[in-house]
């Protein structure tokens, strides 16, 4: 195959939006502010509110607690992954403080979908909030109950959970009433939730799409929700309110290119995508069968999500299709499919192993086929760029959504965004899960289609959104503790800013460590200090340097102890931090963490 004869991606006329006259009277209808309804039967001091403790100024931590009188409801546990100046961290949870003390008022925490983004601090947050009732679909559950042994064995055991068996199902926790509806996204059981309160009405998809032309169901509408009472208030995923594209790639469209390029193969084909693409996964086992190919899956979080939704029925995986990686030598190149995890670049995942030439079995050749069936998450666009230059080097064939559409991303669009909301016509608009700018461009796109600016509220982390029996919303003064909460290792929340900033620093600039040897009755220097450095400087071609950080470090303990004991230990490091620093400034213009160590003897 010729690379030139796949880059002829088709394109689409832009169209106009269809715009009818009845769709504009209603537009400028619902463009009235609300007038509340007083609801008899509450009393007064009741309210509603909507506490999001992360995900409103990123993309990841999505956690949302929900308020009335004495009930609480969560919404989503989610992580968030490091950003470049955080140095070791392994993930970011959200902070629990304000529900600290308040444990025995959760009625239920719900989960909306599968992905880590959502569930993926569950493991600690359940054991700290001492497990309350856990609400979600086959799929979401069965993923959490993995992500808990994965972090504690046996742990899953102490799960009190309610599977939503269908979105028909109707829950009633404390004041809340719940119930669900059907939602467009990348995973398999994502689902929408409705919380009913006296004060208002929460529609809440999780993350949602509009797909227009899903291969395995009618397209979902969320027309339905407009008929829920008032007032209603839309708290809606906004990742896609900046692309500004009309129309999307379809799922037909995708599995159409991507079957074309693995029947056309003359070599192997390499799929890389989320482990979570499970429906993605079981489409390209089943068309291999039919093609008579095999298809192996390599990645850890791959293979697992795969058995679990072979167990619960979701996919059919033919015992002849699937093969083990490590016989894929077996087969004649142009039969063999590989589906494999880090298409984000990841260091130690499947692609980059394979492009390193360190996968032990797959070792890649020019003919061969590579598709990248993924997007880039915001982050690694550096990362998946330098892949992909290498992949090009090894292979003739690559192939991303650049070149030819075989990713269809879960998340919306700006136009999806305008078209949700003229189908829900919401009261209240929360645009979430998202950073700022993105917030603030979806609360752009409500005012385009007729909603009063004065109902649609941009909130951060930890804001209190108060939704009265009467009158206007208010937003509280104060907001609860939000700030991060960060996971290193087997250590939650003990690596703070002030870790940070030491590893900030010594990423920067490296280390200096300084080790004095003091008489503790004379208080005078034996022998000549030593001096570590590490990520600062070469210590052999810098001899006459340290030469003279030795002589200083000998004049400042001198001078400190004036030549007598008892010693102030912590007086003479200080002394010796800040005037080594400003020394080795003013020699290199760099700043390393100076650590100096006093040992008395
Ligand atoms: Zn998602």
């Not at 829900?424 to 409500?446: C, I, M, Q, S, T």
Request: with cysteine; proline share 5%.
């Amino acid at each position: 195959m010729n690379p030139t004869q796949i880059t002829a991606r088709r394109r689409r006329p832009i169209r106009t939006l269809k715009s009818s006259a009845r769709q504009t009277d209603r537009a400028r209808a619902w463009r009235q502010p609300t007038q509340r309804a007083k609801h008899p039967a509450a009393k007064a001091e009741e309210l509603l509110k909507i506490i999001p403790l992360g995900g409103q100024e990123e993309v990841g931590r999505n956690m949302t607690v929900f308020e009335y009188g004495k009930d609480i409801i969560i919404l989503d546990m989610g992580i968030q992954f490091p950003e470049e100046d955080m140095p070791g961290i392994d993930y970011i949870i959200p902070n629990i403080s304000y529900l600290q003390g308040k444990e025995k008022n959760i009625r239920g925490v719900i989960f909306s979908h599968g992905h880590l983004d959502h569930i993926g601090a569950a493991p600690i947050l359940l054991a700290k909030l001492k497990y309350p009732q856990i609400i979600g679909r086959d799929l979401t559950i069965s993923l959490i109950k993995k992500r808990l042994e994965d972090h504690t064995k046996g742990s899953a055991k102490k799960l009190d959970i309610t599977t939503v068996k269908s979105t028909r199902d109707k829950l009633r926790l404390g004041k809340f009433n719940v119930s669900f509806f059907d939602v467009e996204h990348s995973i398999m059981d994502a689902v929408g939730v409705i919380l009913t309160t006296p004060a208002g009405t929460v529609v809440h998809p999780g993350d949602w799409t509009m797909e227009k032309d899903p291969l395995t169901h009618k397209p979902v509408s969320y027309a339905h929700l407009s008929r829920l009472p008032s007032p209603k208030i839309l708290m809606l995923e906004s990742l896609g309110a900046t692309d500004t594209r009309h129309e999307m790639v379809s799922e037909r469209e995708m599995f159409a290119n991507i079957e074309w390029l693995i029947r056309e193969a003359t070599g192997k084909v390499i799929i890389g995508t989320f482990s979570s693409q499970i429906r993605r996964i079981g489409h390209i086992l089943e068309y291999a069968k039919k093609v008579n190919k095999k298809v192996a899956l390599d990645g850890y979080s791959m293979k697992m999500n795969v058995e679990i939704a072979k167990e619960l029925g979701y996919i059919k995986v033919s015992r002849d299709t699937l093969i083990p990686v490590n016989e894929i030598h077996k087969f004649p190149d142009n039969k063999i499919i590989i589906i494999c995890t880090g298409a984000q670049g990841e260091g130690n995942a499947v692609l980059s192993r394979i492009i390193a030439g360190d996968h032990k079995f797959i070792k890649i050749r020019k003919n061969d086929t590579i598709i990248f069936s993924s997007s880039v998450v915001p982050g690694n666009e550096r990362t998946v760029q330098r892949l992909k230059d290498n992949m090009y080097r090894q292979c003739d064939n690559v192939v991303h959504n650049e070149i030819m559409d075989v990713h269809t991303s879960g998340h919306c669009n700006a136009q999806n965004i305008k078209e949700i909301l003229r189908q829900v016509r919401p009261d209240y608009f929360l645009p979430v899960y998202g950073n700022h700018y993105f917030l603030k461009e979806a609360a752009k796109l409500a005012t385009e289609v007729g909603m009063h600016k004065s109902n649609i509220f941009v909130l951060d982390n930890g804001s209190v959104l108060e939704f009265p029996l009467q009158g206007e919303p208010k937003l509280q003064a104060k907001k609860v503790p939000s700030s991060y909460v960060f996971v290193d290792g087997l250590g939650v929340g003990d690596v703070g800013q002030v870790v940070l900033r030491d590893r900030q620093a010594m990423a920067q600039d490296g280390m200096f460590v300084i080790i004095v040897t003091v008489d503790a009755q004379t208080g005078q220097v034996r022998n000549s200090p030593d001096i570590i450095s590490r990520g600062f400087i070469y210590m052999r071609e810098n001899k006459e340097l340290l030469y003279q950080v030795r002589q200083k470090v000998k004049d400042i303990v001198h001078h400190a102890t004036g030549d007598r004991g008892p010693i102030n230990q912590d007086f003479i490091k200080e002394n010796i931090r800040d005037k080594i620093g400003q020394f080795l400034y003013s020699k290199t213009e760099r700043r390393p963490m100076v650590l100096p160590v006093i040992i008395e003897v």
